[in-house]
């Protein structure tokens, strides 16, 4: 099937201009004004809207194990949330059972992956069990298609300690493989917690109570200092404090290969959240917390200004009965929010017409920087012979946001009744329409596993 995307305003990180594209054999075949018309190529009508390449949100979690329950997304309803939000690719985490091998670890992922995806993923891996085996498997993980991995500095259950992230760091580094980092201080917040729970602060609110921004930022000098000593790169995952971004900006400016990610939750959302009543500050028990005003701020200005390179999801939705594991103490809460089909309405409504960004940085931010950072050589541009992952988006439409007309499995949503200006309208992965005007018109398995390289 071919298709002529027609009218559209085109949008890459440095301009904006009015195009056609023509799509063919999953690739974009043609770019340019007033695209001759032909018998083979359906038209897509995009006057008065603009065509964005297909959002790669590299920080989702499918059907994630965690605290005794699992993410309520499968990789079906996750992935099919994902393209009524713009988003074309994801890169969800696999993450390592103690004593498995690295090599296992990804293919159960892909099991529950493969089939059920409706656009196209890949996977980082997280290694848990720190044994001389895993160490060493990593580079054939790399060579697999899998070259970045995540280690938690917190999370007693997968926690690494500093010599196990140097020594990571070094050997990805030096394959060509990139560490990412969950960046809190392990021994601060377990003291803060059991402090808390110890004095009968039981209650959701004190989940951000017992992780100070001082915790993130710690975690993240000391990730820096390791990525230093090891001469390699670091990436830090859903950063969230000011304290946080003057680390990684201090390192930036001496030159340090040290990027980082913030998610839409820490640009929109701040911390009075947790005073929800009824137990209604779980819904957004996540780590790292939600923030203050400053911190937003600040974070904001770190992706205008780029030293946050890219935009994140961290989907990882819970119900409101998981959430209740946690309801005689706040450390039982399962961590997590849906996330991965708002993002770009929020960055656009939050962001762009608010001036916080351009919509050129909104692109950067969520398609070419992932994409090239990650090793997605096919995604994040509009370009002649890319895949064809596109996005009509109509800047004026406007949507106000909540659960049950977001297409996440989850029973609430963290901007509930927020009214956002700008939804994507058409989504196309590989050339095929998999969501046109709020209709999942794309087949589940039809997504692929990515191979990526750095
Ligand atoms: O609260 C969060 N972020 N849950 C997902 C796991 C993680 O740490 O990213
Ligand atoms: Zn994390
Ligand atoms: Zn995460």
Redesign the pocket.
Known sequence: MKYLVQNGVVVTPVNRFKADILVGDGIIQAIGAKLPESPDAQRIDASGKYVLPGAVDVHT?MA?P?GGTVSSDDFADGTAAAAFGGVTTIIDFAIQAKGEKLADTVSKRRALADGMVYIDYGLHVSITDFTPAAMEEMVDIIKAGCPTFKLFMVYPDWAADDYTLLNAIKRASRNNGMIGV?AENLNLVTRNVAELLAAGKTEPKYHEVSRPDYVEAEAVARAIMWAEVGEGKLYVV?LSTARGLDKIRQAQRQGYPIMCETCPQYLVLTKDKYNEPDFGGAKYV??PPLRSDADRDALWKGLASGEISNVGS?H?PFSMDQKKLGIAGFDKIP??APGVETTLMLLHSEGVLKGRITLEKMVEVTSQNPARIFGLRQKGAIEVGKDADLVVFDPKLKRRLGYQTLHTKNDYSPYEGLEVTGVPVLTMSRGVVVCDNGKLIGSKGAGRFVERKL
Request: aromatic share 10%.
């Open positions: 979690h994630l965690f969950h859903h996540m780590s961290d990882c961590n997590g």
